[in-house]
């Protein structure tokens, strides 16, 4: 009667559709599941993102300082240690120059090019630039391109020394003073250039000072120091 009785219970079972002896999954855990499986998906592809951020900021961080020019020079409270010095030449008045440059003739021996503004009495506004240029001098008047472009110094107040680091070979240092009369002017060359050069054991100094006028009046608009260290 057991047997009877267990076997009618399955085949009853099996009338009204229902499998026997199989559990169903809870809804809550069915849905706990399929949440923790999104849950992981999404953080392997937050995981992927941020690897992926991670390594453009990594490669942005190595390439750009190779993007960046380096400072070509360095301003410093010291004055170019010039040893004794030997003659002294005449003043040269240079009234149709706009530019003065210094070069070097000793291609073998290193040398390293100093200046400053040391200041101006000027009714305009002031400027000098400077350029290097591995090449000798150019014509009179005649700037390199703005790509040698080194420091630009928009007023005559006095500033510390600038020194390049040094060189060899043969090089080209240009100074270029220009004005404006008010802040929205353009810029404008100067009218000319007085320059008294002092030799001395190890190098040269130049005292440059530029005009602004056209009558020539003085001369001292824009003064600057240039010392070029070169052993004899």
């Known amino acids: 009667m057991a047997e009877l009785s267990l076997h009618w219970d399955i085949?009853?079972?099996?009338?009204?559709?229902k499998r026997p002896f199989r559990r169903s999954q809870p809804k809550n855990l069915r849905y706990s599941l399929g949440t923790?499986?999104?849950?992981?998906e999404s953080m392997k592809r937050r995981g992927?993102?941020?690897?992926?951020?991670?390594a453009i900021a990594a490669t942005v961080l190595l390439v750009w300082p190779l993007g960046l020019q380096a400072p070509a020079q360095q301003s410093t409270g010291s004055a170019p240690p010039l040893g004794s010095r030997v003659r002294e030449y005449e003043m040269i008045n240079m009234p149709t120059a706009t530019a003065y440059s210094v070069y070097t003739a000793n291609a073998m021996t290193?040398?390293?090019v100093w200046y400053?503004?040391?200041?101006?009495?000027?009714?305009?506004?002031?400027?000098?630039?400077?350029y290097q240029e591995n090449a000798g001098p150019r014509p009179i008047n005649q700037l390199p391109?703005?790509?040698?472009?080194?420091?630009e110094i928009t007023n005559n107040n006095a500033t510390r020394w600038y020194r390049f680091v040094p060189e060899a070979g043969v090089f080209?240092?240009?100074f270029d003073g220009d004005n404006r009369l008010t802040a929205s002017s353009p810029w404008r060359d100067a009218f000319g250039v007085k320059?008294?050069?002092t030799r001395y054991t190890n190098g040269n100094r130049y005292e440059v000072a530029f005009e602004d006028q056209d009558s020539l009046d003085d001369f001292d608009d824009l003064k600057l120091e240039v010392v070029i260290l070169q052993p004899v």
């Not at 085949?11 to 559709?17: A, D, H, N, P, Y």
């Not at 923790?36 to 992981?40: G, H, I, K, N």
């Not at 391109?145 to 420091?151: C, F, M, Q, V, Y």
């Open 195 to 197: 320059v008294k050069r």
């Open 48 to 54: 992927r993102l941020y690897g992926l951020v991670l």
């Open 110 to 112: 290193p040398h390293q």
């Open 116 to 130: 400053r503004v040391y200041g101006g009495d000027a009714l305009f506004r002031q400027r000098m630039r400077v």
């Open 172 to 174: 080209t240092y240009y």
């Open 145 to 151: 391109p703005e790509s040698e472009l080194k420091e």
């Open 36 to 40: 923790s499986l999104l849950v992981a």
């Open 11 to 17: 085949k009853s079972l099996l009338i009204e559709g």
